[in-house]
T-cell receptor, first 113, second 111 residues
Framework: DAGVIQSPRHEVTEMGQEVTLRCKPI?????LFWYRQTMMRGLELLIY????????DSGMPEDRFSAKMPNASFSTLKIQPSEPRDSAVYFC???????????FGSGTQLSVL | DQQVKQNSPSLSVQEGRISILNCDYT??????FLWYKKYPAEGPTFLIS???IKDKNEDGRFTVFLNKSAKHLSLHIVPSQPGDSAVYFC??????????WGAGTKLIIKP
């Protein structure tokens, strides 16, 4: 299995632009997580999907952030408009069920200038 | 309110010696704990876990100890190897909820 696949690996954009991050979870995994990692706040959970349904989005910073999971094999995290404080590494992770280990993608390094 | 705390931002250990990484938690409802390792430019990878019904779990050079009364867990790496240099995250969970993560400890193994 190829693991969790994220794209792009790096994204550099200007303030105000729309940014879309993509994730393909491991086949057969029914839970998907989006995390953000910064030096100041460490690893923060943004949103959690179970069976393609958003269960907990309390970590989404504000309305500029949105996430979708149209099917079991694809999810997107969109930031519109982007701001410099959104610069971070964004990780996607998936797992088969509760109390099971999470498998992480390699992350997307986002820089908003 | 940090429910999972890793109070040491970094730790330096001589190759071949034991590395001990610590993690404290505040929520007595946590029933499952995990350790992840993260290399630069990669996502975290699962290392070892322990259920709250146990006080020790071992996997090769890695052992996790859980002290429920002290709400403390630790990861022992024996012997430490240069490839163990990474950031180690402690995480905790209860019921079906998502993991609560510590801030991480950067482990440096000196040759």
């Amino acid at each position: 299995d190829a693991g969790v696949i994220q794209s792009p690996r790096h994204e550099v954009t200007e303030m105000g632009q729309e940014v879309t991050l993509r994730c393909k979870p491991i086949s057969g995994h029914n839970s998907l997580f989006w995390y953000r990692q910064t030096m100041m706040r460490g690893l923060e959970l943004l949103i959690y999907f179970n069976n393609n349904v958003p269960i907990d989005d309390s970590g989404m910073p504000e309305d500029r952030f949105s996430a979708k999971m149209p099917n079991a094999s694809f999810s997107t995290l969109k930031i519109q408009p982007s701001e410099p404080r959104d610069s971070a590494v964004y990780f996607c992770a998936s797992r088969t069920g509760p109390a099971e280990k999470l498998f992480f993608g390699s992350g997307t390094q986002l820089s908003v200038l | 309110d940090q429910q999972v705390k890793q109070n040491s931002p970094s730790l330096s250990v001589q190759e071949g010696r034991i590395s001990i990484l610590n993690c404290d938690y505040t929520n007595s409802m946590f029933d499952y704990f995990l350790w992840y390792k993260k290399y630069p430019a990669e996502g975290p990878t699962f290392l070892i876990s322990i259920s709250s019904i146990k006080d020790k779990n071992e996997d090769g050079r890695f052992t996790v100890f859980l002290n429920k009364s002290a709400k403390h867990l630790s990861l022992h790496i024996v012997p430490s190897q240069p490839g163990d240099s990474a950031v180690y995250f402690c995480a905790a969970a209860y019921s079906n909820y998502q993991l609560i993560w510590g801030a991480g400890t950067k482990l440096i193994i000196k040759p």
